[in-house]
């Protein structure tokens, strides 16, 4: 049985060096879901005890269109930190790579959140939890070799979580649009990701497990029936998983989000 403390110190030791490591489960077949997130649970208490506070949760894989290329067959929920976010409140930012491994783009959409949220419902009753949202760009990497991995490799791996930049935050009760349109609207819009002024993928809202409001809402379930996990609260901020594939990153390259007539205006993000 593969020794827990340990993992989460050779984890921790990969992104401090950055550098890569055989997944888990290769020399540990019955390493499964409930190591991941205890794993998790023991890097967050690691972080905690140096100093970081956990600001929210990423929601990943919850693009079902990329299960079988990434060898997957369900979402993971995982912790964002104050160190790992980047403001881009202007609209725009800029992010070092050289100390992340292997990374890859995510736009995605960002929700704030004013309360509990409710693990049943409609996408519409979801919205009454949720005080803003924002574009984001969530930077993953992965620290195992050519992103091979089980579901509970990448859950341990800090939810293959690098670096969230989050947008302009526009409060749902500005955005003109009524409770029903907007769940609507969330579901359908479509999502451009420009590489240095040209199209490099586009996806929909309906791509991330029907909405990005469902996404929440399976984050909720996740956070409620996952020992190690807290219920998601109030305050808190949920990346809710990439609208399209995760796309190479490499020094010099500009993207650009654009997310049609869902009425919020994307990030320009350089990569240095």
Known sequence: MTDLDQVASALLAAADDVTTLTPFSDTDPSFGMDDGYDVLARIAAARRAAGWERVGRKV???NVTLWELYGVDAPFVADL???TVVDASNGAAAVAIDRFVQPRLEPEIVFGLRGSVPTTGTAADVLAAVEWLAPGFEV????YPRWRFTLADCTASFGL????VVGPRTPIDQLGIGVDELADRLATFAATLERDGEVAATGTGANVLGSPLLALQHAARVAD???GLQPLAAGELVTTGTLTDAMPLEPGSTWRSDYGDL???GITLTVD
Do not use: E, Y
Request: hydrophobic share 40%; proline share 0%; glycine share 10%.
């Open 81 to 83: 930190w104050d160190r």
């Open 161 to 164: 979580h690098a670096a969230l």
């Open 263 to 265: 009425g919020i205006t």
């Open 225 to 227: 029936s996952t020992a």
């Open 140 to 143: 993953v990497q992965c620290h």
């Open 60 to 62: 990943g894989f919850t």
